[in-house]
């Protein structure tokens, strides 16, 4: 079965400063991951998807990250950090079902925090 | 531009109390999703409807049920409210066969 490690629930960074939000998958195959964001009281947003095309996926808002296999890690990455930035972030993978649905496994979260 | 609503942001009930959270997609999605949120523990999945009157148990079914009567529409129905059903609720949206799911702004419920 499929699962999702984010290895920080807090982040806590400076603005301009870069961003990593780390995330480790556990999967049988090949697998589809997703980064999504929440903001404070909002339902969740697509950042960047992976779908086995190139490695390095860019995303939305300036996001991106990178599929290692051989760390079967999709951690999320930003170079200079903004203050609209602070949000909670989920790293997600995509568990394909025989019936031909597909049902999304959620990491925990990350809380990132941006200071002035 | 995609578009799923939920009826409430904000929902305070007492214990016992039968409890409908509605949601709705405009997107001619077959698939539709309800979670619920809570700190640390990320989203789980509690049902899911992949067409009309179609529906299968998610992780955390218990205490749950729902209805899809029209393709926009999957409700969410707490029988009788508890207060450890306290949490967030977030309805999603697919196409058949995709993987993007597209959220809700969700709604938060206290059970008292």
């Known amino acids: 079965a499929q699962s999702v490690t984010q290895l920080d629930s807090h982040v806590s960074v400076s603005e301009g400063t870069p961003v990593l939000l780390r995330c480790n998958y556990s999967?049988?195959?090949?697998?589809?991951l997703f980064w999504y964001v929440q903001h404070p009281n909002k339902g969740l947003q697509l950042l960047l998807k992976?779908?086995?095309?190139?490695?390095l996926v860019k995303g939305i808002n300036g996001f991106e990250a990178e599929f290692k296999k051989s760390e079967t890690s999709f951690h999320l990455t930003k170079p200079s950090a903004h203050m609209s930035d602070a949000a909670e972030y989920f790293c997600v993978v995509s568990e394909r079902n025989p019936g031909g649905y597909n049902k999304l496994i959620f990491g925990a979260g990350t809380r990132l925090a941006v200071h002035p | 531009d995609v578009k799923v609503t939920q009826s409430s942001r904000y929902l305070v009930k007492r214990t016992g109390e039968k409890v409908f959270l509605e949601c709705v997609q405009d997107m001619d999605h077959e698939n539709m999703f309800w979670y619920r949120q809570d700190p640390g523990l990320g989203l789980r999945l509690i049902y899911f409807?992949?067409?009309?009157?179609?529906?299968e148990k998610g992780d955390i079914p218990e205490g749950y049920s729902v209805s899809r009567e029209k393709k926009e529409r999957f409700s969410l129905i707490l029988e009788s409210a508890s207060t450890n059903q306290t949490s967030m609720y977030l309805c999603a949206s697919s196409p058949w066969g995709g993987e993007t799911q597209y959220f809700g702004p969700g709604t938060r419920l206290l059970v008292l």
């Open positions: 992976y779908t086995s095309a190139a490695t």
């Open positions: 409807s992949y067409d009309v009157k179609m529906k």
């Open positions: 999967s049988s195959y090949s697998p589809s």
